[in-house]
């Protein structure tokens, strides 16, 4: 593999970078820290940031001989199909994974909470979600062989809001009931926020809160000097986290520019492309 392609992923820390391969503790998504993972990814209008979160679904089920992984994909956004075409064309069998018990497909879409039209004015349904998050992670630890670990993916976190009906009180303690699994189940956490939805000061303190929590944000931005044929963004990677083996600090910035391609993202320093 071409390190142009690697980079997204030896920002994340998923790629053991000195032998080029991958780590029986790193098959999925890094432990950045003994409390599990967070990685906040952030987009705007203007670059949809969509193609980190089938980058890392990828990553976190692709097989492993010593371990195995497991996804709750929580959609606000999309059905079941889009993601299952999409996975496909990135050699990913969603549908299969699902049949395997190793993806766990929460469709937030069918039960109509993210209607603009109606709302509610009440966190009865984000605790309903939570419930069937946890119950879901408990269920994999109970029934798995062999110990798992498990990724959970919300698309997106701006539609929470939407179904709380503004509600910044009833996110922020949505977030936090999430972020206790990372702790206590050993999960891994990501979240995808367009981080230009937050203009009051009042309004962006779920956006802060999850800047605090997350051990790596991923922000993809548009190019500072206009559009590009052949560069569709530039992406930040900041790794707050801590080496597993070394135990030094990471706390590291990473920009590269990347270009999205139909069966997967090519990733690349500024000016070394021909």
Not at 86 to 115: E, P, Q, S, W, Y
Not at 121 to 148: F, M
Not at 169 to 181: E, G, I, K, M, V
Not at 244 to 266: A, I
């Given at each position: 593999?071409?390190?142009?392609?690697?980079?997204?992923?030896?920002?994340?820390?998923?790629?053991?970078?000195?032998?080029?391969?991958?780590?029986?503790?790193?098959?999925?998504?890094?432990?950045?820290?003994?409390?599990?993972?967070?990685?906040?990814?952030?987009?705007?209008?203007?670059?949809?940031?969509?193609?980190?979160?089938?980058?890392?679904?990828?990553?976190?089920?692709?097989?492993?001989?010593?371990?195995?992984?497991?996804?709750?994909?929580?959609?606000?956004?999309?059905?079941?199909?889009?993601?299952?075409?999409?996975?496909?064309?990135?050699?990913?069998?969603?549908?299969?994974?699902?049949?395997?018990?190793?993806?766990?497909?929460?469709?937030?879409?069918?039960?109509?909470?993210?209607?603009?039209?109606?709302?509610?004015?009440?966190?009865?349904?984000?605790?309903?979600?939570?419930?069937?998050?946890?119950?879901?992670?408990?269920?994999?630890?109970?029934?798995?062989?062999?110990?798992?670990?498990?990724?959970?993916?919300?698309?997106?976190?701006?539609?929470?809001?939407?179904?709380?009906?503004?509600?910044?009180?009833?996110?922020?303690?949505?977030?936090?009931?999430?972020?206790?699994?990372?702790?206590?189940?050993?999960?891994?956490?990501?979240?995808?926020?367009?981080e230009d939805n937050y203009f009051e000061e009042?309004?962006?303190?779920?956006?802060?809160?999850?800047?605090?929590?997350?051990?790596?944000?991923?922000?993809?931005?548009?190019?500072a000097t206009g559009l590009a044929a052949d560069?569709?963004?530039?992406?930040?990677?900041?790794?707050?986290?801590?080496?597993?083996?070394?135990?030094?600090?990471?706390?590291?910035?990473?920009?590269?520019?990347?270009?999205?391609?139909?069966?997967?993202?090519?990733?690349?320093?500024?000016?070394?492309?021909?």
């Amino acid at each position: 593999m071409e390190r142009s392609s690697n980079l997204l992923d030896e920002a994340l820390g998923i790629l053991d970078v000195d032998h080029n391969s991958y780590s029986s503790s790193t098959e999925s998504l890094p432990s950045a820290s003994s409390s599990g993972n967070c990685v906040l990814i952030q987009d705007c209008v203007e670059t949809s940031a969509a193609f980190v979160i089938h980058h890392l679904l990828k990553r976190s089920l692709s097989p492993h001989p010593q371990s195995s992984s497991a996804v709750i994909f929580v959609s606000l956004a999309h059905p079941f199909s889009h993601y299952h075409r999409i996975l496909r064309k990135l050699g990913c069998n969603l549908a299969a994974h699902r049949d395997d018990g190793r993806f766990f497909f929460v469709d937030m879409l069918m039960l109509g909470c993210t209607d603009h039209g109606k709302g509610i004015s009440h966190s009865g349904e984000l605790i309903d979600l939570y419930g069937k998050i946890q119950k879901i992670v408990e269920d994999i630890a109970l029934n798995g062989v062999i110990k798992k670990r498990i990724t959970i993916i919300l698309d997106d976190f701006s539609l929470i809001e939407v179904a709380a009906n503004g509600s910044f009180s009833h996110c922020l303690d949505f977030l936090q009931y999430c972020y206790t699994l990372t702790s206590e189940n050993g999960c891994s956490l990501v979240i995808l926020n367009h981080e230009d939805n937050y203009f009051e000061e009042e309004s962006s303190t779920p956006m802060l809160q999850m800047e605090y929590l997350a051990n790596i944000i991923i922000k993809a931005e548009p190019l500072a000097t206009g559009l590009a044929a052949d560069v569709h963004g530039q992406l930040t990677v900041l790794n707050k986290g801590i080496h597993e083996k070394s135990r030094n600090s990471l706390n590291k910035v990473h920009n590269f520019h990347y270009k999205v391609k139909e069966n997967g993202v090519e990733c690349f320093y500024p000016g070394t492309r021909a």
